[in-house]
T-cell receptor, first 110, second 113 residues
Framework: GIQVEQSPPDLILQEGANSTLRCNFSDSVNNLQWFHQNPWGQLINLFYIPSGTKQNGRLSATTVATERYSLLYISSSQTTDSGVYFC????????????FGKGTKLTVNP | NAGVTQTPKFRILKIGQSMTLQCTQDMNHNYMYWYRQDPGMGLKLIYYSVGAGITDKGEVPNGYNVSRSTTEDFPLRLELAAPSQTSVYFC????????????FGQGTRLTVV
């Protein structure tokens, strides 16, 4: 099955810093989503981005489907950005399964 | 609009007991999923359904059963609970699997003792 690798596994920032999270996948995808799991465990949709670039406030994401990676940019980080960021994909070729990476744990210190 | 609702939020089971985790969505989505998340890990797919009456196994189906009698509901049944089933369970739905966004419930934290 498809492999989804996220890097770095852990990231510690000072408030106000910028960061880039990466998601590599081993096969062509029809669907790619970024989620934020907050410290209370809730999964929050950030982006549905199988290709191209999207922005939402301080967050933006870019997926280069032909090169099999996606990037999540967080600018001017805030303590509320802390949590785990997951990338999840659905492969081409008939699979209906959303497959998750292991996540990047982000800690933003005041 | 409630989205995806899971009940209960927390549960403690004794080894060998059974229970049903409830999941309902009010978005008229065709696809529904059950995932489990172990500490420090990503989410692993247990079962999924592409519509009422249709279910299929995911990555880790052993020890679980599902049914999909209506579009709205997708309960997950645990028979003979084991400590290895201690986890956080998430239900999700999407309009269609491949090309649309999936939305998650708030999770059920299950402990088997």
């Amino acid at each position: 099955g498809i492999q989804v690798e996220q890097s770095p596994p852990d990231l510690i920032l000072q408030e106000g810093a910028n960061s880039t999270l990466r998601c590599n996948f081993s096969d062509s995808v029809n669907n790619l989503q970024w989620f934020h799991q907050n410290p209370w465990g809730q999964l929050i949709n950030l982006f549905y981005i199988p290709s191209g670039t999207k922005q939402n406030g301080r967050l933006s994401a870019t997926t280069v489907a032909t090169e099999r990676y996606s990037l999540l940019y967080i600018s001017s980080s805030q303590t509320t950005d802390s949590g785990v960021y997951f990338c999840a994909v659905v492969t081409q070729g008939g699979s209906e399964k959303l497959v998750f990476g292991k996540g990047t744990k982000l800690t933003v210190n005041p | 609009n409630a989205g995806v609702t899971q009940t209960p939020k927390f549960r403690i089971l004794k080894i060998g007991q059974s229970m049903t985790l409830q999941c309902t969505q009010d978005m008229n989505h065709n696809y529904m999923y059950w995932y489990r998340q172990d500490p420090g890990m990503g989410l692993k797919l247990i079962y999924y359904s592409v519509g009422a009456g249709i279910t299929d196994k995911g990555e880790v189906p052993n020890g679980y059963n599902v049914s999909r009698s209506t579009t709205e509901d997708f309960p997950l049944r645990l028979e003979l609970a084991a400590p290895s089933q201690t986890s956080v369970y998430f239900c999700a739905s999407s309009r269609q699997g491949l090309y649309t966004e999936a939305f998650f419930g708030q999770g059920t934290r299950l402990t088997v003792v």
